[in-house]
């Protein structure tokens, strides 16, 4: 398989970009409403490191991603036979989905830099209340958005799999392409 996309499917590099950061935000989600929830430091610290590191990864590799399409690929064509207007819904998904990630990973970075959360965590220090800082509360109302973003997203993806039958997950690297 080819490292960019052609016409008919997405090349290797886009594929593990996205499957790694699907990935990756399944493990943030799960670890910061387990962290946001936790009721001892201990618990709440062995939570954070992971969310905060994953989350700085994830931003990375999504400007690696944004420079990657801009620079170096070309997505693949649009299936045959798909409204006007279900193809800019789907872009407009795609477009949030990478403006999520940014603002998401930000308002994390914003909540540890107010919080001194990270200062905490290297120095063993118990780690502060984050109740009270207005950021940390964006990133969770944001964190729940994204939420309801995927599910759309995932919905899309699965409506096309399983009733239009048109191939467009084996494209993304899971099954096999229609001849
Ligand atoms: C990019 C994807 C990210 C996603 C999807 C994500 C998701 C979440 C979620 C779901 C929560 C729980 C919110 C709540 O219910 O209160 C949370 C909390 C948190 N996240 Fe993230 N996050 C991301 C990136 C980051 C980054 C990059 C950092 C730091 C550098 C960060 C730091 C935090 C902190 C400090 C909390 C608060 C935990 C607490 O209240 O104890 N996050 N995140």
Redesign the pocket.
Known sequence: MALKSTSGRYGTVAITIHWTTAL??LA??I???N????DTDAT?RAL?IP??VL??L??ALTLFRIIWWFFADKRPAELAGIPQLQSRIAATVHLLAYGF?IV??S???A??LI?G?IPALASGAP?PD??DIAV??V??LL??L??ALLAIHIGAALYHHFIRRDGLLARMGIGKLPH
């Open positions: 990756l935000i943030l989600i670890l910061g409403l962290a946001a929830g936790a709440k954070l969310h905060i989350g700085l994830t931003l990630i998401l990973a308002s994390g970075i909540t540890n919080g959360v780690l984050l109740d940390r509360d990133h969770a964190a729940r994204f939420m």
